[in-house]
């Protein structure tokens, strides 16, 4: 497995991380609750080399636990299946550019609907290889991961829902807390796709199935954790980064497609009313997010693979791996984005803000900052930012020089917007009447040329 445009599941992308020096094993008996995460924290944090880690033995499981498979630039883009993000983000931006459509939503709608994206579905499958005989989740090897938790999740999840009225399914990443043997918590947040089907079921007094499943092709646990424009699907967007099509399989319960080479295929009903605490969870605002009441699922049915591995991931302050996975949506975004705002020339999340929670967005000169400011909270992805910041004059790849530059510029008596909550700093207007500072050109030359002689290096 020396390529990732090979790689169709989690072994074989530990297998290529191990090839590549990038995966580190802990042979040493780790236990689930606070150990294991503490270990990965330290290791997202720099010490260790911020490899991948195989949990070997996890104490009290057979199963082993794999943590921060995303945790760096090169392996978020193997997991796309590309050497370099920006092949990923090529195929996309090329894609967008033959379909039609008047905004980006559409134009993606109408490319992931092209028959190379199209899932491969297989019959007699790997994820479906053993079904438990009595569904147990407490089999699995769920983390606590911080003190105050609220119980043991599985952070990296790939949930699957479909509209009672068919049309594609979709594939979220909301965690699941475990609360026995057959039943978790999920939480979805209301505005998901996944809580958007829910009602929908409840409307019509049925219970919802869902399918959940754990490892898989990377590409589309990525996918997952894209906001994907309404009506958009996970695996034949996962299948436009990757460049071949994701091999899914039917759940054993349902309809839902989950994909073939799936470690754990977790499914189960949620049904009108049920709904139970969740939490608290701590949080990668550095908080614990306090207890919420969320949907019930009771699961029906555990199947997995021979010798299943759990991936699973650590939320917390960053940097952790999941500032990895905000960086590539970034990067993805930025093209969608740029369909809507052609005015916009580049944006940046800083990690701080947790993904999209603070944006700062450069764009061409003339663009009324106001106008895009509004436009974006309209709709699309920036939607949802707390602060959203627009200027001219300032390289997003450089938020230090970015902040000062705009917070400088604009004028809080008009240039401050406020909606629903969120704020937007319009910092493209020049200040009026001010001269722009500069150094003198004459003694920055002189500088340069008797910098040694001052004793400097
Ligand atoms: C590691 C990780 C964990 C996440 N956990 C949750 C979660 O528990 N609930 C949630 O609503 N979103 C969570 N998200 C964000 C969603 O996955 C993301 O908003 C995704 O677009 C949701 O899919 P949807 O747009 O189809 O609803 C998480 C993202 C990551 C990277």
Same mark, same amino acid.
């Given at each position: 497995m020396s390529d990732p445009t090979a790689i169709s599941d989690l072994r074989q992308f530990l297998a290529l991380l191990e090839q590549r020096r990038e995966l580190h094993r802990i042979a040493v008996e780790v236990d689930p609750a606070l150990e294991l995460a503490a270990i990965t924290d330290r290791v997202c944090k720099g010490a260790g080399g911020r490899r991948a880690l195989l949990f070997q033995r996890v104490l009290g499981h057979r199963t082993p636990v794999a943590t921060n498979l995303f945790g760096s630039f090169r392996r978020a883009a193997w997991a796309l299946g590309v050497e370099r993000l920006e092949t990923a983000v090529q195929r996309l931006e090329q894609g967008l550019k033959f379909v039609p459509g008047e905004d980006a939503g559409t134009r993606l709608q109408h490319l992931l609907q092209k028959p190379r994206f199209v899932p491969n579905l297989k019959v007699g499958c790997l994820c479906h290889e053993i079904t438990m005989p009595c569904p147990d989740l407490s089999?699995?090897?769920?983390?606590?991961?911080?003190?105050?938790?609220?119980?043991?999740?599985?952070?990296?999840?790939?949930?699957?829902?479909?509209?009672?009225?068919?049309?594609?399914?979709?594939?979220?990443?909301?965690?699941?807390?475990?609360?026995?043997?057959?039943?978790?918590?999920?939480?979805?947040?209301?505005?998901?796709?996944?809580?958007?089907?829910?009602?929908?079921?409840?409307?019509?007094?049925?219970?919802?199935?869902?399918?959940?499943?754990?490892?898989g092709h990377p590409t589309l646990l990525f996918a997952a954790t894209f906001p994907l424009p309404p009506g958009c699907d996970e695996a034949a967007f996962a299948a436009l980064l990757h460049g071949r099509p994701v091999a899914m399989t039917s759940s054993l319960t349902s309809d839902l497609q989950v994909p073939q080479g799936a470690e754990f295929v977790i499914e189960g009903l949620v049904y009108p009313g049920?709904?139970?605490?969740?939490?608290?969870?701590?949080?990668?605002?550095?908080?614990?997010?306090?207890?919420?009441?969320?949907?019930?699922?009771?699961?029906?049915?555990?199947?997995?693979?021979?010798?299943?591995?759990?991936?699973?991931?650590?939320?917390?302050?960053?940097? *952790?791996? %999941?500032?990895?996975? $905000?960086?590539? =949506?970034?990067?993805?975004?930025?093209? &969608?984005?740029?369909?809507?705002?052609? @005015?916009?020339?580049?944006?940046?999340?800083?990690?701080?803000?947790?993904?999209?929670?603070?944006?700062?967005?450069?764009?061409?000169?003339?663009?009324?900052?106001?106008?895009?400011?509004?436009?974006?909270?309209?709709?699309?992805?920036?939607?949802?930012?707390?602060?959203?910041?627009?200027?001219?004059?300032?390289?997003?790849?450089?938020?230090?020089?970015?902040?000062?530059?705009?917070?400088?510029?604009?004028?809080?008596?008009?240039?401050?917007? *406020?909606? %629903?909550?969120?704020? $937007?700093?319009? =910092?493209?207007?020049?200040?009026?009447? &001010?001269?722009?500072?500069?150094?003198? @050109?004459?003694?920055?030359?002189?500088?340069?040329?008797?910098?040694?002689?001052?004793?400097?290096?």
């Open positions: 089999l699995l090897p769920a983390l606590r991961s911080w003190p105050g938790d609220g119980g043991r999740y599985l952070n990296l999840p790939q949930v699957f829902t479909r509209h009672p009225e068919g049309g594609s399914a979709n594939c979220g990443m909301y965690r699941l807390q475990i609360l026995g043997p057959q039943r978790a918590a999920v939480h979805w947040r209301e505005a998901s796709d996944a809580a958007h089907h829910c009602r929908a079921w409840h409307a019509r007094g049925l219970p919802m199935p869902v399918s959940i499943a754990l490892g049920e709904r139970v605490e969740e939490g608290p969870f701590g949080n990668h605002t550095g908080f614990y997010q306090p207890s919420v009441r969320v949907p019930l699922l009771r699961v029906s049915s555990i199947s997995h693979r021979a010798d299943p591995i759990l991936a699973t991931t650590i939320v917390g302050p960053p940097p *952790m791996e %999941n500032c990895y996975l $905000g960086k590539v =949506a970034e990067r993805l975004l930025l093209c &969608l984005l740029r369909i809507d705002h052609p @005015e916009i020339l580049d944006i940046n999340m800083p990690v701080e803000g947790i993904f999209h929670g603070v944006t700062l967005i450069s764009v061409k000169a003339n663009t009324c900052g106001k106008t895009l400011l509004h436009g974006l909270w309209e709709k699309g992805p920036l939607q949802l930012a707390r602060l959203l910041v627009i200027t001219t004059d300032g390289d997003t790849r450089d938020p230090a020089t970015f902040f000062w530059r705009t917070l400088n510029r604009c004028d809080p008596r008009h240039d401050l917007l *406020m909606r %629903n909550g969120r704020v $937007g700093i319009d =910092a493209t207007a020049a200040p009026q009447g &001010l001269q722009v500072l500069q150094p003198d @050109e004459h003694i920055s030359e002189v500088l340069r040329q008797r910098w040694s002689e001052y004793g400097f290096d």
